[in-house]
């Protein structure tokens, strides 16, 4: 999945950079490479609890939904904050497009 989040990141960045500049590129990068920490470490916490009970299970999956939760809200930090270098576009494609298509991912390791 890292390595699948790097390659998603990578691309999402040079379209960023290809539309909006250097800029949006790192601000994409850096969010892109965040979205892949925050999904590596959701199905980290899902992995132990695949045979469990239901209550087990959800618990944990509520804690990963918490995890990319934090990440949006990182998004609308670092864009409140400095839109210069964190252009809310390109920051919120850096993020959702990398998380989205490991999250459908995600799917296919948890059964």
């Known amino acids: ?3 699948g989040g790097a390659i998603l990141t990578a691309l999402v960045a040079l379209v960023c950079h290809l539309i909006w500049g250097s800029s949006a590129a ?3 990068g850096m969010f892109g490479a965040l979205a892949t920490v ?3 470490a959701a199905v980290a916490l899902l992995k132990p609890v ?3 009970g239901i209550e087990k299970f ?3 999956w509520g804690a990963g939904m918490g995890l990319r939760v934090l990440g949006v809200i990182a998004i ?3 864009s409140g904050l400095d839109r210069a270098h964190f252009p809310p576009q390109a920051s919120a494609t850096g ?3 990398v998380l989205l ?3 459908f991912f995600e799917v296919r390791l948890i059964r």
Do not use: D
């Open 1 to 3: 999945m890292a390595v």
């Open 26 to 28: 790192l601000a994409a």
């Open 38 to 40: 925050i999904q590596v």
């Open 50 to 52: 695949r045979g469990a």
């Open 58 to 60: 959800i618990i944990r």
């Open 76 to 78: 609308a930090v670092a």
């Open 95 to 97: 993020f959702l497009g």
């Open 101 to 103: 298509p490991l999250l």
